[in-house]
């Protein structure tokens, strides 16, 4: 796959990965066109659920060469998030280059032969066709389609259901007896809205997995722990471990172990996951947390949650909906729940329609999603890029340097290798993802704790030092201090000089 005549390209989405990709290609010189469905730039941010937000400290969820205004709230509001996204457009001159309520509805090989796609639009009520060299799909790794379980008996129900994303205020749980359903950042952040309005909440889990809380012992910033070197090579090794990482899961496996045990015994601790709930269980996930920090409902609670747990405002059940009756819902633990509104924080669904069967045939449709080398691209579709499919905890970042990446893939400042060789680079992903990652829709874009291997391979695809920490302590810092989007400023900025040959040959 030779990408450097590429000069047109498409991008399908104008939410973070959109508008990071167009910015980083329209410094290179490339005329970029991207599409966006809804009436208003910002993807998941442009149309959020009630008291939606940032769920991490605000200096890790921003664009590393521009920074959020200062005063900006931590864990940042939806609202103010959505704002820094028009700015952004403003401020690299996105926006004369998106188009609003522009739907893909099919991508199609050119028909002409030339390296490319050709992308069908639904706009303005008519259907059209352009052509592209490159088309990138930065629609994020779910779409706006809800995930909608098929519970028996709904059809009987007298109260209200709805999903997170019809939730927009607090408005339809004023007042109500209310059964949230599920247990990610959606689903307890309905759960909360709930106790501020409604006469009862509960909470329906199937399994509770291990919170992050966003200060460790309520003192330390989660990233301390959780975002540097030192727990990245303690978590699972990575698809290619290196020496260091293979030594520590070798002889030094039960200093692992109780590092992993530690972290669960201060999680227990200062969460209270022993409090007894409903039926007399409590919130003491099954898996270990190493490997339940992979798993899909990864999240970051509010404080206030577990307090409400233990009050019992928020009453939780570790089970499941067996069926809707006429005035509540049926577990299968036995229970009845007498209940008027039910929330289904039961997240989204990927959509990828606009492909083609033999091109959704050729990522794989397996359970658990599909594999692409270096998380972006199948060689038996050139010309065709993913961005923003990967989930880490900063997506943010890793969407930066994908988009660098690309941008470096382009100008010819490195080479991609054979397709047999990626083919088995994407064969042992699977492979090695399936031996020991929890199960999930979207496992195959999954990295979590390997952000950061992740990321130095991205860096050392491109020539650039993966090691970015700098001053007199570097070598500690790359250790023990967390690495956070502004590490990468240059790097994403397209102006880094490490003292080795110019990255740029003009």
Request: hydrophobic residues 40%.
């Amino acid at each position: 796959m030779d990408l450097r005549g590429v000069q047109h390209v498409g991008i399908i989405g104008a939410g973070v990965a959109g508008l990071a990709t167009a910015k980083t290609l329209q410094a290179e010189g490339l005329d970029c066109t991207i599409f966006e469905r809804a009436e208003r730039l910002g993807g998941v941010w442009a149309d959020g659920y009630s008291n939606f937000g940032v769920q991490v400290q605000k200096e890790l969820y921003q664009f590393p060469d521009w920074p959020l205004p200062e005063g900006t709230p931590n864990f940042t509001p939806g609202p103010i998030f959505q704002k820094y996204l028009e700015d952004y457009a403003d401020r690299f001159q996105i926006r004369s280059h998106i188009r609003l309520g522009a739907q893909v509805m099919a991508l199609t090989p050119r028909s002409d032969g030339t390296p490319g796609w050709t992308v069908s639009i639904e706009e303005s009520g008519g259907l059209h066709h352009e052509d592209f060299d490159l088309v990138v799909i930065a629609t994020g790794l779910y779409s706006n389609v809800p995930n909608l379980p098929d519970i028996p008996g709904q059809q009987e129900f007298e109260g209200e259901v709805l999903h997170i994303s019809q939730v927009k205020t607090r408005a339809p749980l004023d007042s109500k007896r209310v059964a949230v359903l599920g247990y990610g950042k959606s689903a307890t952040d309905a759960a909360l809205e709930a106790a501020a309005v409604a006469d009862d909440v509960h909470i329906v889990l199937r399994e509770p997995h291990w919170p992050v809380p966003r200060n460790l012992a309520g003192i330390l910033p989660f990233k301390w722990g959780m975002l540097s070197r030192f727990t990245g090579a303690l978590a699972p090794p990575y698809v290619r471990p290196t020496p260091v990482v293979r030594w520590l899961h070798g002889l030094g496996k039960p200093l692992v172990w109780s590092f992993w045990r530690l972290v669960e015994c201060l999680l227990f601790i200062q969460w209270g996951l022993g409090t007894r709930i409903a039926n007399g269980k409590n919130l003491v996930p099954l898996k270990p947390v190493d490997v339940d920090c992979f798993g899909e409902a990864t999240m970051l609670p509010r404080p206030e949650l577990y307090r409400l747990i233990r009050q019992g405002r928020i009453v939780a059940h570790r089970t499941e909906i067996a069926a809707f009756t006429r005035d509540g819902i049926a577990l299968r633990d036995g229970d009845t729940l007498r209940v008027n509104c039910v929330v289904l924080g039961t997240g989204w669904n990927s959509d990828y329609s606009f492909l083609s069967n033999e091109a959704r045939e050729t990522l794989g449709t397996d359970a658990d999603g599909f594999y692409l080398y270096r998380h972006m691209l199948h060689p038996d579709l050139p010309n065709l890029i993913f961005i923003g499919r990967t989930s880490t905890f900063l997506n943010i970042l890793t969407y930066c340097l994908q988009a660098r990446w690309l941008a470096e893939l382009i100008a010819g400042r490195f080479g991609l290798p054979g397709r047999e060789a990626m083919l088995a680079e994407i064969a042992q992903l699977r492979v090695w993802k399936r031996g020991w990652m929890p199960f999930s829709a979207a496992r195959g874009a999954r990295l979590q704790l390997h952000m950061l291997y992740y990321h130095d391979e991205l860096l050392r695809d491109f020539g650039a030092n993966p090691l970015r920490k700098r001053g007199i302590f570097a070598p500690l810092k790359e250790l023990f201090a967390p690495y956070q989007p502004s590490d990468y400023q240059a790097i994403v900025a397209g102006d880094w000089d490490d003292g080795r040959a110019s990255r740029r040959s003009e």
